[in-house]
């Protein structure tokens, strides 16, 4: 997606230790018609028709899984983080080694709100070595749900996350696949 990569280029800055910083408009000051395209577009790459859920990790991919819900008309849900007091009943769990947060988090999903009638599409903002995206693979495939895909906004392809998804043989489609970034310059793997 073009516009995408254009705005990664002008407004996202490259920090120590790989991070890629696009807090400015896609993961904590939201551009909303930004997000809006971006659902649009991933609805070129997966029959929304048939997808009956949207899910999601917390905490930054919630806009984006809720911009993609909303404008497909279909219900959204994320992964907690932390069980709460207001989870009742059993729960679908998965743990992740976290490489924004450089910890293990375990991924819970109740399964009041999951089942083996849906068909999965899970959302994110980014990935970086696919650890997120496993952990509600693991999630779906818990739950006997159907997993439909993952579209992903921005990927870092030299962590290799999404390659390893790809080869097990799960329909990923990322926006943006960032194959080398240092400050002043970022490459993008060439689309597909």
């Given at each position: 997606?073009?516009?995408?990569?254009?705005?990664?280029?002008?407004?996202?800055?490259?920090?120590?230790?790989?991070?890629?910083?696009?807090?400015?408009?896609?993961?904590?000051?939201?551009?909303?018609?930004?997000?809006?395209?971006?659902?649009?577009?991933?609805?070129?790459?997966?029959?929304?028709?048939?997808?009956?859920?949207?899910?999601?990790?917390?905490?930054?991919?919630?806009?984006?899984?809720?911009?993609?819900?909303?404008?497909?008309?279909?219900?959204?849900?994320?992964?907690?983080?932390?069980?709460?007091?207001?989870?009742?009943?059993?729960?679908?769990?998965?743990d992740i080694y976290s490489y924004t947060y450089k910890k293990k988090?375990?991924?819970?999903?109740?399964?009041?709100?999951?089942?083996?009638?849906?068909?999965?599409?899970?959302?994110?903002?980014?990935?970086?070595?696919?650890?997120?995206?496993?952990?509600?693979?693991?999630?779906?495939?818990?739950?006997?749900?159907?997993?439909?895909?993952?579209?992903?906004?921005?990927?870092?392809?030299?962590?290799?996350?999404?390659?390893?998804?790809?080869?097990?043989?799960?329909?990923?489609?990322?926006?943006?696949?960032?194959?080398?970034?240092?400050?002043?310059?970022?490459?993008?793997?060439?689309?597909?």
């Amino acid at each position: 997606m073009q516009e995408l990569k254009e705005r990664i280029v002008k407004e996202g800055k490259v920090l120590p230790g790989n991070i890629i910083k696009v807090d400015g408009f896609l993961n904590h000051r939201i551009d909303t018609g930004l997000l809006t395209r971006i659902a649009e577009e991933f609805g070129k790459y997966f029959n929304m028709d048939e997808v009956t859920m949207v899910l999601t990790a917390e905490a930054s991919g919630i806009a984006l899984a809720t911009a993609v819900a909303t404008y497909f008309h279909k219900p959204m849900i994320f992964a907690k983080k932390a069980k709460s007091d207001n989870i009742e009943g059993g729960l679908y769990q998965s743990d992740i080694y976290s490489y924004t947060y450089k910890k293990k988090v375990t991924l819970l999903v109740s399964k009041e709100w999951l089942s083996s009638d849906d068909k999965v599409l899970i959302i994110d903002d980014f990935m970086a070595n696919g650890e997120a995206m496993r952990g509600l693979c693991d999630i779906v495939t818990a739950a006997g749900a159907t997993l439909m895909g993952i579209g992903c906004a921005v990927e870092k392809g030299f962590q290799g996350g999404g390659d390893r998804l790809r080869a097990a043989g799960v329909n990923l489609k990322s926006l943006a696949i960032i194959e080398s970034a240092e400050p002043g310059n970022i490459v993008f793997r060439d689309d597909d």
